[in-house]
């Protein structure tokens, strides 16, 4: 998976990141105190991944509106 940075440094209050498991699968992990945050950054990740991976456009589940 090639990477890119999806925020900037003075973006964000928390940390996160992205480890691609053995076979399939992305171990993803957010440290920090805005949940707010949290969500977007693992929408934006998801996005990233489905659309570089599946070409497919990434559509929100419903469960996460």
């Known amino acids: 998976m090639r990477q ?9 209050q928390g940390e996160a990141g992205v480890t691609q498991m053995q076979g399939n ?7 920090g105190a805005s949940v707010t945050e949290a969500k977007n950054w693992f929408i934006q990740t998801w996005q990233f991944y489905r659309q570089s991976n599946f070409g497919e456009k990434a559509i929100a589940p419903r469960v996460w509106l």
Not at 25 to 31: D, N, Q, T, V
């Open 25 to 31: 699968g992305l171990l993803c992990r957010y440290r």
């Open 4 to 12: 890119q940075q999806l925020w900037t440094n003075n973006q964000r």
